[in-house]
């Protein structure tokens, strides 16, 4: 125990790796197939984020490395990868990197939900490569709908937008994650010391 740093998190390596391995938004979107990318362009269009959440995101100062495990095809990630690149470009240090799906990578065993591969998977960093937290694959809003309507399997196409009212709720409720994530690295006491705040 002596050895060890006060600070530190044993896949610091492995995230910066991973991150660094990943995508931005516009590059990840150029990478795809036509027909997936106009089914992500077309839904960030209808993407509305909340005033409220808006104006707590662009006051963000402390740097946030998101890296958003996906699969481009996935009906949930063409509803979330907008959303998500729509509120990571409220602030300037929120760097958003996108990494497509592949079932045999270590990061795909990492991300695994309650056993299985799944996408969307966003995991927040700090400026260290440290954990913060992570998110997937559906934010409450979501699952309370498919709670209500869903009988038997089914999987989203992303071909049809869900409603506008569920749409805001999730922009929400991903503002809020953000928020959660930033007041974390801002209260951390080793970035408060590095930072001189």
């Known amino acids: 125990m002596a050895d060890k740093p006060k600070y530190f998190d044993l896949r610091q390596d492995f995230w910066r790796e991973s991150f660094e391995a990943a995508l931005p938004y516009d590059r990840y979107l150029a990478a795809a197939e036509e027909k997936h990318r106009a089914r992500w362009l077309e839904m960030a269009t209808k993407i509305k984020l909340p005033e409220a959440g808006s104006a707590v995101v662009r006051g963000f100062t402390r740097r946030l490395n998101v890296l958003v495990y996906s699969g481009v095809w996935c009906g949930d ?7 998500l690149q729509a509120v990571a470009g409220l602030a300037p240090c ?16 990492e991300l695994r939900i309650n056993g299985a591969l799944k996408v969307p998977v ?13 998110f997937g694959d559906r934010l409450l809003t979501v699952y309370r709908r498919m ?18 009212d569920e749409l805001v709720a999730e922009a ?10 930033h007041i974390i690295v801002r209260l951390a006491p080793m970035l408060r010391e590095r930072h001189g705040d």
Request: aromatic share 10%; proline share 5%; charged share 30%.
């Open 147 to 164: 709670a209500v309507t869903q009988l038997g399997a089914a999987c989203s196409t992303g071909i049809v937008a869900p409603p506008e």
């Open 122 to 134: 966003v995991v927040f960093l700090s400026e260290d490569f440290f954990e913060l937290g992570r």
């Open 94 to 109: 929120i760097d958003l990197r996108f990494a497509e799906r592949a079932d045999e990578s270590r990061l795909a065993d």
């Open 77 to 83: 990630c063409v509803r979330q990868g907008p959303m």
């Open 172 to 181: 929400a409720e991903w503002c809020d994650v953000f928020e959660r994530m």
